[in-house]
């Protein structure tokens, strides 16, 4: 039984969303895939430590699983349901594309949080090369192995050079 | 994660208030990546959570012409290691943020809670496990005969030899930085050096916080030493690991002669642990490479390991001989 019931209103991808009797324990990441039925962001390892559960609050990328919804009241979260301007398939935001034509994933599970991280990572400027790209995707675990081809399309879409003679994604540092 | 009432406090005093009521059944959540571990993982039962977000503490990041940093304790790790008085005037500080974590982590967490994170032993960590004294009072350590390759190696005691895992705090007690505090009795400023306690027989009581008492604000003096700086961590993955070893080194030389010298090492004890012994060796004394070998070597002075990590002094010295290379420009 929760010791409290409290009313919040989040704002999700453009949408203002009321959650009446919210148990103040709910995570921002559990408000999103059962009351708002937003179930692009993962749920992984619950802890912080895996990335699935990325989403970007005010465009910046942040770990929903260690948010609680009632703290991220007036925040603007952006899920991958809402990451390509007009939505759905016909439009994918450049970044999903990238990782279609560069195969950066195997099963998927982790793919919409590496989408979202990616994300936030172009945003803030530090894909100079492909190994700072590693080091600042390294919040994002993929369990199939697909970190190369990931590099590859998050490099893609950062105009990041893969300088021939330097080294190489498949190469880097593992 | 048991229940709790949540508290959203907007002010400082009110939010004091809370924890110092009690009763023991407050616990403060800023940016919570460490908080809501600790609730998932029911190491932490608190019967109300007090957020310290809608503007109780502030997250601005000065500078003040002398050089000098003041961090509001909500500004988050990414902001401070990405401002320019920060990369360029402590490139410590910003190396050791940079190596914490991962970007998502760093975006959501204070600087405040960062010093105030809990220990990341096994043990502390594993509500399953019997024997820790830090989480449970009385219970024992399983730690000193179990697996303890992260362990501290100083400052420890027979009743816990966990280590503080922030890599941020440990520039800053070689900086000689303080905490500004907000408590029930008033404010006051300590210095960081001084804000963790060693566990003697008392590890559950980690700090010299009393009840309802918050970082405000964290300050590091201005330093010529720190403008010449780097936060040098070893550790078992390249990156989003904590610290087998770190050092914090900052030189401030005069042609060829050192004038100041700050060392500080992180993942070797309950507290980041100044190297007094390095500093005084490289004090006066030419910059060259006899002079930083010599001085490295005092870098695991009164180290007392366990099996399992009886390595670390020698990696101690050699951490710290490295780093002291690479600001000494004697690579």
């Given amino acids: 039984m929760p010791a409290q019931t409290l009313t919040a209103t989040l704002h999700v991808n453009g949408r203002e969303h009321a959650l009446p009797d919210l148990d103040p324990r709910t995570t921002l990441l559990d408000a999103l895939r059962e009351s708002l039925g937003l179930t692009g962001t993962k749920k992984g390892c619950g802890l912080g430590h895996c990335g699935a559960c990325t989403v970007l609050a005010d465009g910046r990328r942040i770990l929903s699983c260690m948010a609680l919804a009632a703290l991220y009241e007036g925040r603007e979260i952006t899920t991958i349901e809402g990451l390509a301007p007009e939505g759905g398939a016909a439009r994918p935001h450049p970044l999903q594309q990238a990782f279609v034509e560069r195969d950066a994933f195997q099963c998927g599970y982790c793919t919409p949080g590496q989408i979202m991280s990616a994300a936030g990572l172009i945003d803030e400027g530090r894909t100079g090369s492909p190994e700072e790209i590693r080091e600042f995707m390294s919040g994002n675990l993929c369990r199939c192995g697909a970190y190369a081809n990931i590099v590859a399309a998050v490099a893609d879409v950062a105009r990041t050079p893969l300088v021939p003679g330097a080294r190489e994604p498949e190469q880097g540092r593992s | ?331």
Wanted: glycine fraction near 10%; charge should be neutral; include cysteine.
């Fill in chain 2, 1 to 331: 994660m048991r229940p709790f009432t949540l508290e959203r406090p907007h002010d400082i005093a009110t939010a004091v208030a809370f924890g110092a009521a009690d009763d023991d059944q407050t616990d403060y959540i800023a940016g919570g990546t460490d908080m809501m571990q600790l609730l998932t993982d029911d190491i932490r039962r608190p019967g109300r959570l007090v957020s310290l977000g809608d503007g109780v503490l502030d997250d601005r990041i000065e500078a003040a012409p002398d050089g000098a940093l003041r961090l509001g304790a909500a500004a988050r790790m990414s902001d401070v290691a990405d401002h320019p008085a920060v990369r360029e005037g402590f490139p410590l500080i910003a190396e050791a943020l940079l190596s914490s974590a991962s970007a998502q982590v760093r975006n959501m967490a204070t600087v405040g809670g960062n010093l105030l994170q809990r220990t990341r032993c096994a043990y502390f960590r594993d509500p399953g496990v019997h024997g820790c004294n830090k989480r449970a009072p009385g219970t024992g350590c399983a730690a000193r005969d179990g697996v303890n390759r992260m362990l501290a190696v100083l400052g420890g005691s027979e009743h816990c030899i966990a280590t503080h895992a922030s890599d941020f705090a440990v520039p800053l007690v070689a900086l000689d930085a303080v905490v500004r505090l907000s408590g029930p009795g008033g404010e006051r400023t300590i210095p960081v050096e001084e804000l963790h306690r060693l566990p003697g027989d008392s590890p559950h009581v980690e700090t010299v916080l009393v009840p309802g008492e918050l970082i405000t604000a964290i300050e590091v003096p201005a330093s010529r030493a720190a403008r010449t700086s780097h936060y040098l961590k070893v550790r078992d993955r390249e990156s989003f690991e904590f610290a087998l070893v770190s050092a914090a080194v900052a030189l401030d030389t005069d042609g060829g002669r050192i004038r100041e010298a700050r060392v500080a090492m992180g993942g070797v004890g309950p507290k980041p642990w100044r190297m007094r012994g390095v500093e005084r060796a490289l004090a006066g004394a030419a910059c060259d490479p006899a002079v930083l070998r010599a001085a490295a070597a005092r870098a695991a002075d009164g180290t007392a390991p366990r099996p399992g990590n009886a390595f670390k002094p020698e990696l101690m010295r050699r951490t710290v001989l490295r780093a002291l290379r690479v600001v000494g420009g004697q690579p």
